[in-house]
């Protein structure tokens, strides 16, 4: 059984930082290729990031492009979400995701086998 943990969350003002944190709990298993998903109130779950299973490759949406920065440690089987400039619009359920497919620049949640739960980050203006 793969688990999937968020951590980091809460909330900030305007222009704030934030590092949300995710475990992957499978380390008989290669590295997964990793992602940030986040979904707004009333609105549809949409890709954040992606970074592959070495962490060479990344690739982000242009909402957050600039940003917003993904990393790993595969020696400790987690994945970083580095927040800064926070906006209002920023406001979300964030979910990690780790998938077995090989790297693209997809975003599509159909490529994602397992997922967190989803932790809280909101920002006020």
């Known amino acids: 059984q793969v688990q999937v943990d968020e951590s980091g969350g809460g909330s900030v003002q305007a222009g704030d930082s934030l590092r949300l944190s995710c475990v992957v709990s499978?380390?008989?298993?290669?590295?997964?290729?990793m992602g940030w998903f986040r979904q707004a109130p009333g609105k549809e779950r949409e890709f954040v990031a992606t970074?592959?299973?070495?962490?060479?490759?990344?690739y982000y949406a242009d909402s957050v492009k600039g940003r917003f920065t993904i990393s790993r440690d595969n020696g400790k089987n987690t994945v970083h979400l580095q927040m800064n400039s926070l906006k209002p619009e920023d406001t979300a359920v964030y979910y990690c995701?780790?998938?077995?497919?090989?790297?693209?620049?997809?975003?599509?949640?159909?490529?994602?086998?397992?997922w967190g739960q989803g932790i809280q980050v909101t920002v006020s203006s």
């Open positions: 995701a780790a998938s077995r497919a090989a790297w693209s620049t997809s975003g599509a949640e159909a490529l994602y086998d397992y």
């Open positions: 499978d380390r008989t298993s290669m590295p997964y290729r």
């Open positions: 970074i592959s299973r070495s962490g060479v490759s990344t």
